[in-house]
């Protein structure tokens, strides 16, 4: 035991140069990671002239590019339309996932296992793979060029019915067994006692649903032609071919579009990276 | 179909996303996940920064890189001319065009699959390297023959989501929609791209829909020959 303390005093002084390499090399690498968002930044305030000067401070900071896009384009319409279809897709879609993934988990009926193994198999299916057929369903049903097309599609999600489900069946049977003796039906048991108690793996779906509702650029490009429905990632990306080479201009836009995303992600980081960590939901 | 050759085209460009970007993921995601793996204070910033390139947009991701990549004049393409590289033309170039759409989708995703394998390795119980390092075994050996095999249930779920990812996911759309459209001489025209063009630009939706089911059957194939190599997912060996 004795012989053990100079070794590893040793040890700890030989890990100091290592220590050090991985500061450097984990400083780096997050700096590679974020210095594009940077620039982003730095570029939306910079004038015309000097977008393109390797300078990450600008010379003279103005906020005329972003006064140019606000008056210019009718942004403010955009952001509102993305905050609202995100906004209800996340609502309607937590509602109907946590009513499903309850009944998935605790409801018997006959083919309850083939739904879901049906919602389970489109877990491998992504959006860009079935667009054809979404847009002449949607198209159909008339949903083209309306908030409902915008919204409808984007409810259903395998993976957060998959997760409730796995939630719901965690629970244990004998809260609900004391409901049921009490009275309650299926679903004030839902209400009351299942709701609640599945508050903070709702709210981690919240976010992770709004925030990819907010991003999402496929489908409301392929849905809407009419500029008044026009979410803020069709905005942008149009606004870039309208704009062509006015960077700075683009940068601003960019940087307005991407500020609510990285604020959401500053105050929930620990939610967020613990939820995907536990689970590889995105 | 058989008889396009944009079609064989998308398909070859596709394959060679898929083979570039699911290992690189892998080594990527494994790499910053054992770098940031300790619960200091440090590592967890590090850990958000590495994370944070997910929360934005691929519009605005594509768009940041476009700037950054602009022919010349390009951050980029500056920082070349200081350290006396030829110009290159990131986008322009079809020789680079789509290792160019690859880096930027590993940059993009790679904070995603960090955090998959910091789970991972949250299970490996501490006292496995402890005995490892009585026993005399080195960091190297330790990770070859403590780390990765009990990471297998892990790898697995990664090796199988950055595959959907590379054939599917919306970064194969939205970023060779901004940053490229496909060309040039359409060496970044993704499958998911080209039906989309098919379908939206020459109101072809049958064939779109025909390429797109060729695609899930490519996609099936993929997963169920993963599931046979590897038994379930559960890795015979271990």
């Not at chain 2, 065009?97 to 299970?123: C, E, H, N, P, R």
Request: net charge positive; hydrophobic share 55%; glycine share 6%.
């Amino acid at each position: 035991m004795h012989e053990q303390a100079p070794e590893d005093r040793i040890r700890r002084r030989m890990l100091q140069p290592v220590q050090l390499a991985l500061y450097l090399t984990g400083s780096m690498l997050s700096f590679m990671a974020v210095a594009p968002l940077f620039w982003m930044v730095s570029m939306s305030l910079k004038e015309t002239n000097e977008v393109f000067s390797a300078n990450l401070i600008p010379h003279r900071p103005t906020l005329d590019n972003f006064i140019y896009v606000f008056t210019q384009v009718n942004f403010f319409r955009y952001l509102w339309n993305t905050f609202f279809v995100s906004a209800v897709v996340t609502i309607v879609a937590l509602a109907f996932h946590s009513m499903a993934g309850y009944a998935l988990a605790r409801l018997r009926f006959p083919g309850r296992d083939v739904i879901f193994l049906a919602m389970f198999a489109t877990f491998l299916v992504s959006q860009p793979v079935i667009i054809v057929p979404l847009f002449i369903l949607a198209r159909s049903l008339g949903l083209l060029d309306s908030y409902a097309g915008l919204i409808v599609p984007s409810i259903f999600n395998a993976f957060g019915i998959f997760l409730l489900r796995q939630f719901y069946l965690a629970i244990p049977r004998e809260l609900e067994e004391a409901a049921i003796i009490d009275g309650a039906g299926y679903f004030r048991i839902y209400w009351s006692i299942v709701l609640p108690l599945s508050r903070p793996i709702l709210s981690a779906l919240a976010i992770l649903f709004f925030l990819a509702n907010w991003n999402s650029f496929l489908w409301p490009l392929t849905i809407t032609s009419n500029q008044d429905l026009w979410m803020v990632q069709v905005a942008i990306a149009s606004f870039r071919q309208q704009y062509n080479g006015s960077w700075n201009y683009i940068m601003a836009a960019s940087t307005v579009v991407a500020l609510p995303t990285l604020a959401m992600f500053v105050v929930f980081q620990k939610r967020i990276i613990e939820s995907i960590k536990t689970t590889g939901i995105k | 179909m058989a008889a396009d050759p944009l079609f064989w085209r998308s398909l070859r460009v596709t394959i060679v996303y898929i083979v570039a970007l699911v290992p690189s993921l892998y080594v990527v995601g494994l790499g910053l996940a054992l770098l940031v793996q300790s619960n200091t204070r440090f590592n967890g910033f590090v850990r958000s920064l590495l994370f944070m390139p997910q929360t934005v947009s691929l519009v605005v991701v594509g768009l940041v890189w476009q700037v950054l990549l602009v022919d010349k004049i390009g951050l980029f393409n500056q920082f070349g001319s200081v350290m006396n590289l030829p110009a290159v033309s990131w986008l322009g170039d079809p020789r680079f065009a789509l290792i160019t759409v690859i880096v930027v989708s590993v940059w993009f995703l790679m904070g995603f699959y960090m955090l998959i394998f910091l789970g991972g390795l949250q299970d490996i119980p501490r006292e496995y390297y402890e005995a490892a390092r009585i026993d005399g075994a080195g960091p190297v050996q330790s990770f070859f023959r403590i780390t990765l095999p009990l990471l297998q249930p892990t790898s697995f779920f990664v090796l199988l989501v950055s595959t959907v990812a590379a054939v599917c996911e919306s970064q194969t759309f939205d970023l060779v929609y901004i940053m490229t459209r496909g060309g040039p001489a359409n060496s970044t025209s993704l499958a998911i791209f080209y039906i989309y063009q098919q379908a939206f630009l020459f109101n072809e939706y049958g064939y779109a829909a025909a390429m797109a089911s060729v695609l899930v059957l490519v996609l099936m194939a993929i997963t169920v020959l993963m599931f046979l190599l590897t038994g379930g997912g559960r890795f015979s060996y271990a």
